[in-house]
């Protein structure tokens, strides 16, 4: 099974974003796009029709809550699927990002499995 959706993955740990990617092409998706921080993902959407951004919270430049707000502001990416995976667990942090923009949670470390139930839903696959 193959899907057309393009889907960026931000996150400044080149090691998470290549366990991310990989995982997403195990499952099909062939167009996965990366960036190390807020600043870059925005010019790579900028370039690049998105349908889905999975973003990490703590990052340099910009953090993943500010990308999501300066995302959410922008008409375009209203209804745009985010996933957001970090290490921050506590119940009042996901509460703020929820509150921020963000679709769904994942809390480091994941399964592949875990990755792939929140990627789906969110893409109403299956």
Excluded: C, H
């Amino acid at each position: 099974m193959s899907y057309s959706q393009v889907i960026i993955t931000v996150d400044d740990s080149s090691t998470m974003r290549r366990i991310i990617k990989n995982t997403l092409q195990k499952l099909g998706f062939t167009n996965v796009l990366e960036a190390e921080n807020g600043v870059e993902a925005l010019e790579v959407m900028a370039k690049n029709s998105i349908d889905m951004i999975i973003t990490d919270w703590n990052m340099p430049e910009m953090d993943g809550l500010t990308y999501v707000k300066t995302v959410r502001a922008k008409p375009e990416y209203q209804e745009t699927p985010i996933l957001m995976i970090t290490t921050e667990a506590a119940k009042e942090d996901i509460l703020t990002a929820l509150k921020s923009g963000v679709n769904n949670y994942v809390v480091k470390p994941f399964t592949p499995d875990t990755l792939q139930e929140k990627v789906f839903k969110l893409l109403g696959i299956g």
